[in-house]
Every structure is written in C-alpha cells, then in structure tokens.
C-alpha cells in the first residue's frame, strides 16, 4: 500500500486553517508550534490539579511557559502530575491542600507565593459532585459540596487577591453548565456552582477598576474521573437521564484547559465578568 494523498496544495497566501498539519512535521510537534508562549512570564497557582480539568490546564499552562503551582487534596496523583510535567516550558510545583479549609488556602497561597515570587492567575478548579435523590441527601453531604465547591472557590480568591491586584492579575473559576439549568439528582452540586457563577461576576465587578479580571467557564459533560463515577440513583426516572448528559461524546479535559488558558492570557484582557459554556450544545 503507498502513502496516503496529499492534501490539494493551497493557495498562495492562503492562511493555514487550526488543524492543518504541516508536510514532515509530526502531528504532536506541530500542535506544540501553535501554542504561543502567552504565559512565558506569569507565576499561575492551579487548584484541584490531580486530575481532569485541573490536571489538564496546570499541564496547559506550563507547556505555554508557566511557572505553575499545583495544588489538590490527591498526594500521590499530584506526584504524578510531576512527573509528567518534567520538561514542559514552565516549572510545576506540586503542592498538597484542601481549598475548603481555612488554614489550609492560607498556607498554600503563602506557600506558593513563596515558590513563585508572585501570583498572576489563579484557576479554582478543586470539585466534588455526588448524585442521589435530594430527600435523601443528608446535611453532611450537602455541606460537604458547598464547602469544597462555593466556600472552596471564595477562600481561594480572598487568599489570593492581594497578590493579584498586585500584579494586575486574573482569575478563573469553574463553573458548570449545572448553573444554568436544573438537573436531577444533584442540587447540592447544582446550587454549589450557581454560587460559583453569581460569586464570578460580582467579584468582577468590585475590583474591575482596579485592574483585577475574574470569569469563569461552565463545562458540560466532560471525561473526567467526576463525571466516571456518575450512577443513577436507585428508582431514578431514567428519562432526566438527558438533563445531564450531552447530546454527543462527552469533551475534553485538554479542551477545557484551552479555553481556560485563552481566558486567562492577555489575548482576553477585556473579558470580564463573562462565563464560557462549553457542553456540546447541551444547553443550547
């Protein structure tokens, strides 16, 4: 069998279209080449960086040059996560945590402050979903996604603020295609990352002047080790089934690590305030 057919050559002066692949160029290298070096500068702390999402945007950010801090309640998959890193363009520290303790946020801002020198973007990722019947949910579970999820996102951000309007910084927050419509089954989460997105914009707005950019970016259903462990609750009504799940192949977690480091790089300066969906058209 011969090699496959080139391409019909294109048009001189025709700009190359985002995924043409560049003749003797392997694939890998070449979507490397169009990572720009946007963050070759900036000092980024990552929290719930052992897997999914998290993983993904500290292992993003750094490749485009980052100084990054990781940060997870996971020990052993953070050191997993250092290993991998190993020579991307920016250094990644790992550093154990958990975002819903106060002491906690505080020693591991002063921490990386301390490694870094300086904050300029921070990404709250650190989440935790659960599903049952909500009069079957107990206060403690309840308790239990706030604190991670909205008390989590708040103590980072007050922890980190100085240190970002400092360096005229940016924050983002994950939020999720479950702040914008109901869902069964999950109404801690669902409130959870409601006050997730309300908290974004106001934070938006209180420090706007003085030069501070928060958003937040709502992902529907995407291959994460959240959303493997999902299970219909027992009598569940299989026909919401749809109200969480995307019309087509769940995303991915690099895909939203793209997004989150478009938003927060220089390229969005003027983004403020603004919530990404990125679902698939589940919610459209």
């Known amino acids: 069998m011969g090699p496959p057919p080139r391409p019909p ?4 002066g025709t700009p190359r279209a985002a995924g043409d692949v560049v003749p003797g160029l392997p694939v890998r290298l070449y979507s490397l080449a169009m990572v720009t070096n946007r963050f ?9 960086a052992a ?3 998290g993983r993904a945007t500290a292992l993003r950010l750094a490749e485009e040059g980052a100084a990054v801090v990781a940060t997870d309640i996971n020990a052993a998959l953070l050191e997993k996560l250092s290993v991998d890193a190993a020579g991307l363009g920016g250094p990644v520290t790992v550093l154990a945590g958990d975002v819903s303790s106060e002491d906690g946020v505080r020693r591991t ?16 990722v650190a989440g935790v979903l659960s599903f049952s019947h909500t009069h079957e949910l107990s206060l403690d579970e309840w308790n239990r996604l706030i604190s991670v999820n909205l008390t989590g996102t708040f103590l980072m951000c007050r922890e980190v603020l100085p240190h970002l309007l400092a360096t005229r910084g940016n924050i983002v927050n994950l939020a999720s295609t479950a702040a914008h419509k109901g869902q069964p089954w999950a109404t801690a989460y669902v409130a959870s990352k409601g006050g997730v997105l309300a908290f974004t914009r106001s934070l938006a707005v209180e420090y706007a002047a003085q030069g ?17 462990a999902f299970h219909l609750p027992e009598g569940a009504d299989i026909k919401l089934l749809s109200r969480v799940t995307p019309i087509g192949p769940f995303g991915s977690p690099e895909g939203i690590a793209a997004a989150i480091a478009y938003v927060a790089s220089d390229e969005a300066s003027h983004m ?13």
């Open 109 to 124: 801002v002063e921490t990386a402050v301390a490694e870094l020198g300086r904050l300029d973007v921070v990404v709250n």
């Open 51 to 53: 897997s999914g999402i």
């Open 9 to 12: 050559p294109r048009a001189s």
């Open 272 to 284: 403020n305030g603004a919530d990404i969906v990125i679902d698939g058209a589940t919610i459209a």
């Open 212 to 228: 501070l950019r928060v958003n937040s970016i709502s992902p529907g259903g995407i291959d994460t080790p959240i959303t493997g």
């Open 40 to 48: 070759s500068d900036k000092c980024a702390l990552v929290t719930g």
